[in-house]
Every structure is written in structure tokens, then in C-alpha cells.
């Protein structure tokens, strides 16, 4: 994966300028000094909710719950009045967690560390980054579906096409709250799902917009394809997560994704599997691949889950081998 810096730079500085025009810096979240408790409750509920919701209850909460001492304090019910409506409650049950958690093991401030961070209940990889960069001016990129859509786009042609965070953090020079306020609002403005390529000041250089999206098309009808053969006589192979947190099978050794008995290769099934073995609603994903095991057919699937606590193991992302990474 390489780029030359002059792309790079290029693409910087049209980001820079549409964000200095095009900057959502109405979001009540996105005051020049807000703090790592104000990010965190932000971020959570944007968490696949559209930021224009998000607004009325993000500052309703805030004024219920000013600090996370008062939040740590809430209970569950109490809780829900102010965050009912926004949907998976796994989010909610992870919230007042974290809260209890910081105020007992750090004193009521956020770590300034990534790996202390994504040990919190609920977050993740982007969710500390986006605490680290926006309230404590680290340099990490918080690398959302916005950030892979327009940099996937972008220097490769279709937004499944872009990996590996680490490479393009060291990539910039613009301050990393900025870029990633940038990207975020690039992203859901005019890189959006259709997107409005004859407004952008990037087409001249983008490779989606010179080959009219024909390789985010491919890799998309291969990711959709469905399954031939008869699902009854298959595995399914689970990849489960939860706000962008890994969760493996400990029934299993270690690093292993869930491997399901044979029957419940469908949506219906996992979803079965789930509710009866471990007490979760999952959301289930279109099949990603088709792989052999013993010489049987098995497909591997990623689900999430949207209610429910788990009982099982969360492996942190250094843990997990490249192999499962790439299977995934
Ligand atoms: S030209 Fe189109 S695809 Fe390329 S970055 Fe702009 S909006 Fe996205």
C-alpha cells in the first residue's frame, strides 16, 4: 500500500479547505475544548444513529448527567429516560459500566491511553481514538465507515480497498481532531453512499471518481453473493462483535471465532444460536466467505450484538492473529 506523499499532501490540503467552508462546527460535541466524558457520550450515541438525532439527545443527557461522577451514579432506569430511543441497549448497559469503572479505577478522568481506553466496556479502537484525538489532542486517526469510505475512495478506487489504520495515522501532517473532524463531515456530506463526485474538490485525483466506481462495484456484488449448497448441511463460523470489540469463543482455544454447530448456517439460525446459548440478540451480516473445514462447507458470517451482556472473553485487536484477521 503505497502513496506517494504528494497525493498524500494534496488530498490534505482539499480536506483542510472543505472543512474551513464545510465543517459541521454547529455539533454541540464539537466545541473547541470538550472533554474526554463529552466525546465519549457523543460518540456512543452515534454509534449507527444519525448525528442530526443524536443532537437533542446528547444535550438533554448532558444536562441531566453534567459529569461522569453523576452518571456513575444513575440507575438503569433512571438511565433509560434520557437515552430510550436511541436502540441497542447493549450500548446503554456498556455506558453505565464504563462510567462505574472510571470513576472507581481512574479517579473520574478518562485514561490518556488507547489500550487502557478499549479495555472500557463498549469501546473500541475508534471510539478511544476519537476520545484520545478530540479531547486530548492525540495523534490518532478515529477510523470510522466515513474515514475508510473517502481515503478507500479516494487513493484505491472503492471504500472496502482501504486497511490498516497504524500506516495512514503516521501519514499526516494536519492535526489528527482536525483531520478527523474532516473526514467525518467529508464523509457523511459528499462522499456519502451515492456519492456527489461532481461537487467534490477531489475528483481530479480520485481513483473511484476516474474509473466511475467500477472497483467498489465488483467488491461489492462479491460481498453480496449468496449461498449455494444447502444451509442445513453447513457451519457457520461466527465473528461477533459489539461496538467495534472482538468477542471470541471461549469454548474453543484461544482466537477463534464461534463455530456453530451444523443447522444453523442461516440468519434465523445464528440468531437462534445466540438467544439460547448466551442470552443475546444479534444482528447477522450477509455471509462474508465460503470455506472448507474437514472438507464440509462453512461460511464465515460477522454479527453484532445489539442486546444483551456477554459472558465470554474480549480479545484486544494486537491479539487477535492475522490469520483470523484476513479469514474475516
Ligand atoms: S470524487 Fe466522489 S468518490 Fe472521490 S472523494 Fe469526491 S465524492 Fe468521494
Known amino acids: 500500500m503505497s502513496i506517494a506523499k504528494e497525493k498524500i499532501v494534496w488530498f490534505e490540503k482539499r480536506i483542510a479547505d472543505f472543512f474551513k467552508k464545510g465543517g459541521r462546527e454547529h455539533l454541540p460535541w464539537r466545541k473547541k475544548r470538550v472533554l474526554a466524558y463529552e466525546v465519549w457520550v457523543s460518540e456512543i450515541m452515534l454509534q449507527q444513529t444519525q448525528a442530526s438525532r443524536v443532537i437533542l439527545y446528547y444535550e438533554r443527557f448532558l444536562k441531566k448527567f453534567p459529569t461522569i461522577e453523576a452518571l456513575s451514579k444513575a440507575s438503569w432506569e433512571e438511565f433509560l429516560l434520557y437515552y430510550a430511543g436511541l436502540g441497542y441497549y447493549a450500548r446503554g448497559h456498556n455506558m453505565l459500566e464504563t462510567a462505574k469503572t472510571v470513576m472507581k479505577e481512574y479517579g473520574g478522568i478518562f485514561p490518556r491511553d488507547r489500550k487502557l481506553l478499549e479495555k472500557l466496556p463498549g469501546i473500541g479502537p475508534y471510539t478511544a481514538a476519537a476520545i484520545l484525538s478530540f479531547a486530548y489532542d492525540g495523534d490518532y486517526l478515529a477510523w470510522d465507515t466515513n474515514l475508510r469510505r473517502v481515503m478507500g475512495r479516494f487513493f484505491f478506487g472503492g471504500k472496502h480497498l482501504v486497511s490498516d489504520e497504524t500506516f495512514w495515522e503516521n501519514k499526516y501532517a494536519m492535526p489528527k481532531k482536525e483531520m478527523n473532524a474532516a473526514l467525518m463531515d467529508f464523509g457523511s456530506s459528499l462522499c456519502v453512499a451515492r456519492p456527489k463526485c461532481e461537487a467534490c474538490s ?83 451480516r450477509p455471509p462474508h466467505k465460503r470455506i472448507l473445514v474437514n472438507k464440509k462447507s462453512a461460511i464465515l458470517i460477522r454479527a453484532q450484538i445489539l442486546l444483551g451482556r456477554p459472558c465470554f472473553r474480549v480479545f484486544p485487536r494486537e491479539a487477535i492473529s492475522k490469520k483470523i484477521l484476513e479469514m474475516l
Not at 210 to 217: A, P, V, Y
Not at 244 to 270: C, D, M, N, Q, W
Open 202 to 284: 477531489l475528483k481530479t485525483r480520485c481513483v473511484y471518481y476516474r474509473e466511475k466506481g467500477k472497483r467498489e462495484k465488483m467488491t461489492q456484488k462479491r460481498k453480496k453473493w449468496t449461498l449455494s449448497g444447502n444451509p442445513k448441511d453447513m457451519r457457520a463460523i461466527v465473528y461477533l462483535h459489539e461496538c467495534h470489540k472482538k468477542y471470541f469463543s471461549s469454548v474453543r482455544e484461544s482466537y477463534k471465532p464461534f463455530f456453530l454447530p451444523v443447522g444453523y448456517a442461516t440468519r434465523a439460525g445464528i440468531k437462534e444460536y445466540f438467544k439460547k446459548t448466551y442470552g443475546l440478540d444479534v444482528s447477522v
